[in-house]
């Protein structure tokens, strides 16, 4: 998540399909370390392909090691790489506390999760300004 935030890793790898469209902001949670959303990230684009094929595009821009990668994708036969950008931090991270105070329901993600636009304005109230760009006249 460091990576992503500071920028040094433009490029997310997954084993399992991602159905987010490209454009969509992504709100990032920080599970380990944080327990908080901490920032948001535009997909700018998702390609399939081979673990190889997908290192061998979009390697450099990952942060990982090859043998990061390759303990990553061991035993898998298809990679999901996903370029990102206009990625933003909040100032403060909205814990996990804090975003049951504002809406005892909040569920956390696992890899990732949908969320309704009601629960985002309730869930982010003062922060959809700080994460989310504008985009192609969308308003939040």
């Known amino acids: 998540m460091d990576r992503l935030l ?3 890793k433009t490029v997310e790898f997954r084993r399992r399909p991602w159905r987010v469209a490209d454009g969509a902001t992504v709100l990032l949670y920080g599970s380990r370390d944080w327990r908080a959303i901490v920032g948001s990230m535009i997909v700018k684009s998702t390609t399939v392909g081979s673990p190889s094929a997908m290192w061998t595009a979009h390697g450099s821009k990952s942060g990982l090691a090859r043998s990061e990668y390759r303990t990553y994708f061991a035993g898998a036969g298809v990679a999901v ?3 990102v950008g206009g ?3 909040l100032e403060e991270p909205l814990t996990l506390e804090e975003l049951r105070r504002r809406s005892p329901s909040f569920q956390v993600p696992q890899s990732y999760r949908f969320m309704p636009a009601e629960e985002v304005a309730v ?3 003062g922060e959809r300004v ?3 760009a504008a985009q192609n ?3 939040y």
Do not use: T
């Open 87 to 89: 990625v933003r931090c």
């Open 137 to 139: 006249g969308a308003k």
């Open 130 to 132: 700080a994460l989310f």
């Open 6 to 8: 500071s920028g040094e």
């Open 123 to 125: 869930v982010l109230n």
């Open 81 to 83: 790489a996903i370029e």
